[in-house]
C-alpha cells in the first residue's frame, strides 16, 4: 500500500537544506532526524548523502508509514532504516545502540514551532546526552530576532499558529539558545535561508 504523504514546504526547501548538510556532514555515520514528518526530506539526503545513513523518527503513525513506503518507492530499504517511534517529550529516547556508537549529528526541520516550547527543551535535553563534542544539532525554520519577527509574513505565521494551539509559535533565536547553552551546545552558525526561514547549527563541547 502506497501511504506517501506529500508535504509542498519539504520539496521548496529540501535544496537549501542539502547545501547546508553538504557543508557539515562527514562522510559516514548516522543522522538522526528528529519529527522526520512526511519522509521525504530524509529520503532525499539519504540519496544525496549515500554514506551517511539517515535514521528518521516520528511520533505520528500516519507519518511513519508514510516515511517507510517513501523508503520503499525510492528503493532505499537497504541502506535507510525504518522509522523510529521517538516522541520528543517522552525521555529518555529510544534510540538503538549502533546509532549511538556513530551518531554525527541530530536534525529537526520545522518542528519547534508547532509543537510546546517543552519539546524544545526536551530535544537539547536528550541532543544534550546523546551527542559528544564536536557533534552537531541542526534546526531548520523561522525563527524570532531579539523577540521581533523578520517578516510580515512570518508574523501572520506565528498568529495563526496560536490559532491552531496556543502553546505553538515561532520561537525567539535567544531563548532557544539559552537552552542550547544550559545543555552543553554553543551556537557555531546562523544561517539565513530563503522564504525567511533559519538554519541554526549548534555545537556540543565539553562542559
Not at 508574523?155 to 525567539?172: A, C, P
Request: aromatic share 10%.
Amino acid at each position: 500500500m502506497d501511504n506517501r504523504l506529500f508535504f509542498p514546504a519539504t520539496e521548496r526547501n529540501r535544496k537549501s537544506i542539502g547545501e547546508v548538510l553538504s557543508r557539515i556532514l562527514v562522510k559516514k555515520g548516522f543522522i538522526l532526524e528528529i519529527g522526520s514528518g512526511s519522509g521525504e526530506h530524509g529520503v532525499a539526503f539519504q540519496k544525496s548523502f549515500p554514506e551517511i545513513i539517515w535514521q528518521s523518527s516520528d511520533p505520528e503513525l500516519i507519518h511513519r508509514k508514510s516515511i517507510s513506503s517513501w523508503i520503499n518507492h525510492e528503493e532505499l530499504s537497504l541502506k535507510m532504516p525504518q522509522p523510529l517511534d521517538i516522541d520528543v517529550e517522552k525521555t529518555p529516547w529510544n534510540v538503538p545502540s549502533d546509532i549511538l556508537l556513530s551518531i554525527q549529528g541530530i536534525i529537526s526541520i520545522n518542528m519547534i514551532h508547532i509543537a510546546s516550547w517543552d519539546c524544545t527543551k526536551s530535544l537539547f535535553i536528550e541532543a544534550g546526552k546523546l551527542l559528544n563534542d564536536g557533534k552537531f544539532l541542526m534546526l531548520y525554520g523561522p525563527f524570532k530576532i531579539n523577540n521581533k519577527h523578520i517578516s510580515q509574513s512570518n508574523k501572520l505565521f506565528d498568529s495563526s499558529l496560536k490559532m491552531q494551539n496556543k502553546f505553538w509559535g515561532v520561537r525567539d533565536l535567544i531563548e532557544v539558545s539559552e537552552e542550547a547553552t544550559k545543555n552543553g551546545f554553543i551556537k557555531d552558525e546562523v544561517i539565513r535561508m530563503p522564504a525567511n526561514n533559519f538554519t541554526i547549527i549548534y555545537r556540543k563541547f565539553s562542559s
